[in-house]
């Protein structure tokens, strides 16, 4: 008899390898027919278009993205736990048809929103890799979930992208499979991983929520830059919100601020912005007395002025506080107000020393860490006001000692003072274009967790990926190396990974690896049985043509 897990991944499967105990007499269903779908009269809206694979044939659901169509719901009339694949295939691809490379541009479409009847929320990220435009389009599984679908329906719904649903296809889980994905889903040990997003605004971050759910996340990080709501009246009902979602998630939940982020080279409608315009007698100076594009933690108005930002956050309830200071160094420079009492002290004009004098860095790296010192008395005082548990420090920091060094950041002095409790390095080194050396490097995971070595500080590396074939960060670990890498990083210390703006999270399949990398044991046993693609079919009738199977290419 065949393994219903042939052609599917190890990580998919919850017993892995093993293949005693998995079988309970059911047999795997495919649903390949939507035009069972209700009520009729919003099925009538969309499309039902015949097809073909090597292995089944029905007829799939599709909806263009600028032909929104009415939801939809499908009777699964199964009942009993099953992992549930979702056959799909993508589309909004930005190229067009024979474009030289066409057929290299991954789908642009997040496919339809699900939703089971007692799920919270929809899903709502089914990237595909393929698409539609590609020279042998077909369906491609995406696994969802593990679920018990017992007397539940499936609700497909449009969202703005080009859908086309071939399939739903049930493997049956036995007995010794449910209490395997139970047991794992209580396994605090695998919470091991950390994502990151730019604000706390629901819409952007309800898109991954459900696909996070029963997964190895440990916390969430959201920015902050969206001051207009949190520092109003009564504070934000947005980011109570996003709290405890995020916490019903078996999370915890981080908003961190971004401390160079005064003027951008993009001006935005925030109140930081302006107060940076108002404001020059802030700005961070040059040598030669130039105003550069940030402000300096070495003023008093300065301080208190991100110190009111941060106690409007932590009043919230957060779990941790912190900052990103992987990007724009240059907190504290050559201002009158940082500089005085150098020269006395030193014997030197600080403006006629190198920037990387260890005098002008160690003076600048007391100024941070003060600064960093006044914020943890807040959080502690926040906490004691509000009957809050502790509130922690979680800091992004540069990839390595050098790089740290450079930017005056003393982590050293940070871990030993209790300054920060989660230390998340970013492949940002130290490199003349800061900007270019993002995704080439590696974070020196090693090195960081010396550091923290016998104490309570937390490592979690953080990884970068591109969007698709260009964008402004080359994909930094490729999906083919998660495991390796992931393996890598546990080996040499690190406690947890973490991720930059969803981008591992951008298609089905990345995610589905993505999210398993907590489970540190099973890694070796996926590396070995890895094949770094999803399963995909090939149409062989689509709409009641038979396609040719070797159309136009590039020749070579």
Known sequence: MPNKWDGKPYYDRPLGGQTEGIDDGREIILITDFSTCQPAE???????????????????LHAAKNSPAPAVTLDLNVSGWYSVYVWLMGGDSPVTRYYWDYACVFSESDGPALKLTDDVRFSRKFRTLSHDLMRQPGPEACFWKYADLTNQKLTIKH??????????????????????????????????????????GLPAHETFMEHARNQDLFAWITGMDDENDFLESGGSDTLRDMSGKIRELGAEHYVLDRPSLWSDHLHWNDQRARDFEHHPEWHCKDRDGTDTCQCSYAHPEVIEYMLNRARAVAEHGIDGFGYMFNRDPGLVLFEPVAMEGFEEKHGVDPCTLSDRDERLLDWRAEIITNYLRQV?????????EKGFDRIKMVHITLADESANRYASYDVPT????????????YPWGDYPEFWLAQGFLDVDVKYYADLVKNTDVKVFSTWLSGKWRSG????????????????????????GLSFWDYAQMNSSFTQDRWMRLGHKGKLAEWIENDYPLPQKLRFTKYGGKTLNRFPPGTGG
Do not use: C
């Open 42 to 60: 919003a099925l009538s809206e969309w499309s039902l278009i015949d097809y073909e694979t090597e292995k089944f044939n029905g007829k799939l």
């Open 159 to 200: 969202q703005g992208h080009t859908i086309y649903i071939a399939a739903i296809e049930l493997t049956p889980l036995s007995p010794a499979e449910v209490e395997a994905i139970q047991k794992d889903r209580s396994d605090q040990s695998n919470k091991r991983l950390i994502l990151k997003g730019d604000d706390y």
């Open 376 to 384: 943890r008395k807040m959080l502690d005082e926040v906490a004691s």
């Open 414 to 425: 940070w871990i030993k003072e209790g300054l920060v409790d989660i230390l998340m390095p």
């Open 472 to 495: 402004w960060v080359p994909e930094h670990i490729h999906m083919k190396d998660y495991f390796k890498k992931a393996k890598e990083d546990y080996d040499n210390g690190a406690d």
